[in-house]
């Protein structure tokens, strides 16, 4: 995943003219080389806080054996039998360190089609089974 550039875009975003709150953007990016890819100098007070937020997050807790490690993608944005979870599309994915000691979950809500429903529990992958983790 080191390999992998992810950045927090402006809003809405110069190709997809999508319009996401800045932690929603930060947390998307943190799973790669995360980069800012916006003009700060046009950013309010509140953005900046948060990216400032979301870089402390992204360097203390995502180092490089984390990032060396594998990446699982949980459910697939791109499979519309796997997005479509009672009623919601969804995409989650993980990245586990190399020596599986830990990891990193991120789970994204893209769209609710049914108010209600529950989304079922989420499955890990490339854990160590003996292994007890602190969440």
Same mark, same amino acid.
């Given at each position: 995943?080191?390999?992998?550039?992810?950045?927090?875009?402006?809003? *809405?975003?110069?190709?997809?003219?999508?319009?996401? *709150? !800045?932690?929603?953007? !930060?947390?998307?990016?943190?799973? !790669?080389?995360?980069?800012? $890819?916006?003009?700060?100098?046009?950013?309010?007070?509140?953005?900046?806080?948060?990216?400032?937020?979301?870089?402390?997050?992204?360097?203390?807790? +995502?180092?490089? !054996?984390?990032?060396?490690?594998?990446?699982?993608?949980?459910?697939? *944005?791109?499979?519309?039998?796997?997005?479509?979870?009672?009623?919601? $599309?969804?995409?989650?994915?993980?990245?586990?360190? $190399?020596?599986?000691?830990?990891?990193?979950?991120?789970?994204?809500?893209?769209?609710?089609? $049914?108010?209600?429903?529950?989304? *079922?529990? +989420?499955?890990?992958?490339?854990?160590?089974?003996?292994?007890?983790?602190?969440?």
């Amino acid at each position: 995943m080191i390999t992998m550039g992810s950045h927090i875009t402006a809003t *809405p975003n110069h190709q997809t003219g999508r319009i996401l *709150p !800045g932690n929603v953007r !930060g947390v998307m990016s943190m799973l !790669g080389a995360m980069g800012v $890819e916006l003009n700060l100098m046009k950013a309010d007070v509140e953005l900046l806080a948060e990216i400032r937020a979301l870089i402390h997050v992204y360097k203390t807790t +995502l180092d490089f !054996g984390l990032l060396r490690g594998q990446f699982y993608r949980l459910w697939d *944005p791109f499979d519309s039998h796997s997005t479509q979870v009672y009623g919601a $599309e969804v995409t989650a994915w993980m990245q586990v360190s $190399e020596d599986r000691s830990r990891a990193v979950v991120m789970a994204c809500l893209l769209h609710l089609k $049914e108010v209600g429903k529950i989304i *079922p529990r +989420l499955q890990l992958k490339g854990l160590s089974e003996d292994t007890l983790y602190d969440i």
